[in-house]
């Protein structure tokens, strides 16, 4: 079993910066795919980033190419979206997941989820 928890979200002005944080424990992570996805009100679940436990760089939605970065330490088991140039549109609960799928992009890829947390970004 995995167990993920996020934190790090809040209330930015548009331009601004967050970073989240996504704390993984329970099984060993070095195969897994560590995943965000966000979710507005209304809305499915889009991807918005993932990477590889084990190395590798981490791939984007187009939508937030060249915005946010996703990174990882193994050390810690913990996974960081820093996200800048926020718009009002990146407003969601933002979700972490783990799975075993390289290049996974649905949320059916993932197994584990986190909690969420919200980002607020206002105009």
């Known amino acids: 079993q995995v167990q993920l928890v996020e934190s790090g979200g809040g209330l930015v002005q548009a331009g601004g910066s967050l970073s989240l944080s996504c704390k993984a424990s329970?099984?060993?992570?070095?195969?897994?795919?560590m995943g965000w996805f966000r979710q507005a009100p209304g809305k499915e679940r889009d991807f918005v980033a993932a990477?590889?436990?084990?190395?590798?760089?981490?791939f984007y939605a187009d939508s937030v190419e060249g915005r946010f970065t996703l990174s990882r330490d193994n050390a810690k088991n913990t996974a960081y979206l820093q996200m800048n140039s926020l718009k009002p549109e990146d407003t969601a609960v933002y979700y972490c997941?783990?799975?075993?799928?390289?290049?996974?992009?649905?949320?059916?890829?993932?197994?584990?989820w986190g909690q969420g947390t919200q980002v607020t970004v206002s105009s």
């Open positions: 997941a783990a799975g075993w799928n390289t290049w996974a992009t649905a949320t059916g890829q993932y197994a584990y």
């Open positions: 990477i590889r436990w084990s190395g590798g760089n981490a």
């Open positions: 329970g099984r060993t992570f070095s195969g897994y795919t």
